[in-house]
Nanobody, 123 residues
Framework: QVQLVESGGGLVQAGGSLRLSCAASGRTFSSYAMAWFRQAPGKAREFVATVTRSGATTYYADSVKGRFTISRFNAKNTVYLQMNSLIPEDTAVYYC????????????????WGQGTQVTVSS
């Protein structure tokens, strides 16, 4: 069992930055690929970024590539999402997720979810 708790969301102006954190419980954090998804009102949950178990490899949605950076610190059971050059279209609830596989890029591949943190980007 893995519990995930996100933090770091908030209100920011367009062009600004935020860093989201996701703290995981349990001793097997390094066994899980980690990912961030987001869901805007009236839209389906979408993939944002993923990092492999070791942290060596990352993948991003085209919409955030070059602006967002995912990283993990296994010694602290934490995964981060650094978001720069934010635009209003980034407004959504952001979810941290864990999957017991090499990498996760779809909701079906995720075994555990956090409760989400709201990110609002004003124009």
């Amino acid at each position: 069992q893995v519990q995930l708790v996100e933090s770091g969301g908030g209100l920011v102006q367009a062009g600004g930055s935020l860093r989201l954190s996701c703290a995981a419980s349990g001793r097997t954090f390094s066994s899980y690929a980690m990912a961030w998804f987001r869901q805007a009102p009236g839209k389906a949950r979408e993939f944002v970024a993923t990092v492999t178990r070791s942290g060596a490899t990352t993948y991003y949605a085209d919409s955030v590539k070059g602006r967002f950076t995912i990283s993990r610190f296994n010694a602290k059971n934490t995964v981060y999402l650094q978001m720069n050059s934010l635009i209003p279209e980034d407004t959504a609830v952001y979810y941290c997720a864990a999957g017991a596989r090499a990498q996760v890029e779809t909701t079906a591949q995720c075994d555990y979810w956090g409760q989400g943190t709201q990110v609002t980007v004003s124009s």
